[in-house]
């Protein structure tokens, strides 16, 4: 624990900003996950636009309050329109999926993160391979542990100076000076698509209303309540996604008060 | 009220002929709803066809019993498919989703307007923007009311001899004579993804079984009934979208009789 | 029924061993059930992976443990990633989705017929159109059934090698030789977008755990199985579909010994 205010916006403040504001969340998204990431955005209270062809990309992206950038499956108009509207906001996440020996995303994710992300959004083992600390994962699926992925965490936000976070059992989020682990998901995630996906969009919303640490540690707060309150009804995955939303729009910034431990890095 | 029959195929004959006939109703939509669409045509008892690449897109359009053209996504194969697939049938709905502004599918929303659709369905928002008479929405919302698009959507069905419906609390469709409200959908709608987009989709079933003005009202009222029996009972928006689905498939021909208002316009 | 060991190794150790080693299911598939098969995938104990772009497809499918090429909405870059990847592994599933007179995909589905599938999957018009012996369905419909298509499947079979599997309200699969029989399954699956399309994933999955045919009876009865416990508790297609998962994720081996009736064909 620390005394310093970490983040800076509580998730609760940000919760209440949001559903105020309702921002637009651009997502540049895969195909499997995107019907169920613009539901998880209107559950939170934001207003996804999946708006991934070139030439709109870049002109929405200006007028969008956070922007999701996700390589789940990149197709040729898409990584041109990532190009396009990461040139034109400063407001986005960069969800390098399955970033390691793939050929097409390896390289478009390290082009993208020289184009500064405000947050960098993966699971263990992405972010150790974009680090250059390691290989990859196997697909999608994290072969580490957050805590495995600390080292290269934090190498990543100095280097970038993005907020990078690493999801989890526990979620671990630094942007290289400050760590904040959230706790409370559930197993359940993991049986569901999309839980990281758009955990990722849920962070671009966020970006919205407050800076990139609040953003990403508001996200993933929302999220590990709404899971933990799914998982305590549901009666397997099929379930637990469609309450997963209920909650997600139920929970009340009272819910998120005191989730998430913090830590502090010597930097 | 009026004595004149508006529209001429009341609803419940509408439904029992659409399941009874089960038509293929050929999607070209976005990449957001694709399975939810599908799910709804099927829970109403059409056949979903989402046959949208080039070469294909034209000639299935002629078999198909309607057709559902939604911008929401338009990749340069789906919009080479809309223009084949248009040109191959009259029976066909066209969804200028988030037209105003962005440069691809404002022109595109235009030219596909030329080749005159038989029903366009959109939000206030965007009839206001496709009638040159406003800026367009914010995204995917609408930033108006249908009773303030009435004399755009009037303009527009005049214009281009379409029926033309514009979503929202209480659905306004007009032919630019007539003028039908229906009511009595749930604000859950909108807390949820592809609820207008499947709706145009399920426009295009009821085009196979009768005229544009009754396939619209039609369309829109089975949506009501069964969104206002689902948000009586579901716990959410994810719940709501599930429910929904099993209304939509449970909804009678009986529940749908003297659901909409009418009034007429003068000519 | 016959005394030959048939399939090879049975379905609930076929589960067990797909449990325990979570294989890497590649999928190229259509746009409107990538969300559901992921989470079918994740629900049975497999762990999907779409990777359906040129260049990464061929690239993963050398690590992956099964492929499914489904052609329902066949872009250009699928269908070069479809080359790919069935060029780089023998363990993958063909389904031919609406083979038979639409222009793109009847001569694709041919070449890669000629690539030697390991199970090709389909329900009745799809095999019968493919064999040669028909002019397909109409658009996803079947307009025949399973026991319809046993000929074709036969012929389909001995010509290339490969297990075909017929669905429809009792699944008929045959390497040529010996037919597999499946019944069991429920006809909300046929009202819910995807059951069809999600099954030839699972039994991509399963050849990563033994030979073709044990692996397609396995996936039939474990959706066979899970569908009828889903029915019995569902209230309509909605929620069919979402209790379909919960049910997928239960199935006990213990639940699938004995589902299947053997006979043989004369050879």
């Known amino acids: 624990m620390t005394t310093s205010s970490v983040p800076a916006v509580p998730a609760d403040l940000a919760l209440r900003r949001l559903r105020e504001t309702s921002p637009l969340v651009q997502c540049i998204t895969n195909a499997v996950v995107t019907g169920f990431t613009a539901n998880v955005l ?3 209270g934001a207003a ?15 007028a969008a309050g956070g922007l999701l950038v996700n390589l789940g499956t990149p197709t040729a108009e898409q990584r041109q329109a990532a190009r396009e509207a990461t040139a034109a906001t400063d407001r986005w996440v960069l969800d390098p999926v399955a970033v390691g020996s793939l050929p097409v995303r390896t390289p478009l994710a390290h082009e993208l993160l020289a184009a500064r992300p405000a947050i960098v959004r ?9 680090a250059g600390l390691g290989g990859g994962g196997r697909g999608v699926d994290s072969l580490a542990t957050p805590e495995e992925a600390l080292d290269a965490a934090i190498h990543l936000a100095r280097e970038h100076g993005a907020v990078v976070a690493v999801s989890g059992e526990v979620d671990l989020i630094t942007d290289g000076r400050d760590i904040v682990r959230v706790g409370g998901g559930d197993r359940l995630l993991t049986l ?38 799914a998982a305590a009804i549901c009666a397997g995955p099929g379930s637990f996604a469609v309450t997963f939303l209920d909650r997600l729009a139920a929970v009340t910034p009272h819910d998120l008060t005191d989730r998430a431990d913090r830590s502090v890095v010597a930097s």
């Open 48 to 62: 996804p636009a999946m708006v991934d062809i070139p030439t709109e990309a870049g002109a929405f992206a200006t």
């Open 192 to 229: 569901v698509t999309g839980g990281g996906c758009s955990l990722g969009a849920t962070m671009a919303g966020f970006l919205a209303v407050c800076d990139p640490l609040s953003a990403a540690v508001a996200a993933s707060t929302v999220h590990a309540v709404a899971a933990e309150q």
């Open 122 to 130: 993966g699971n263990a083992s992405e972010i150790i391979a974009l």
């Open 42 to 44: 209107l559950a939170v």
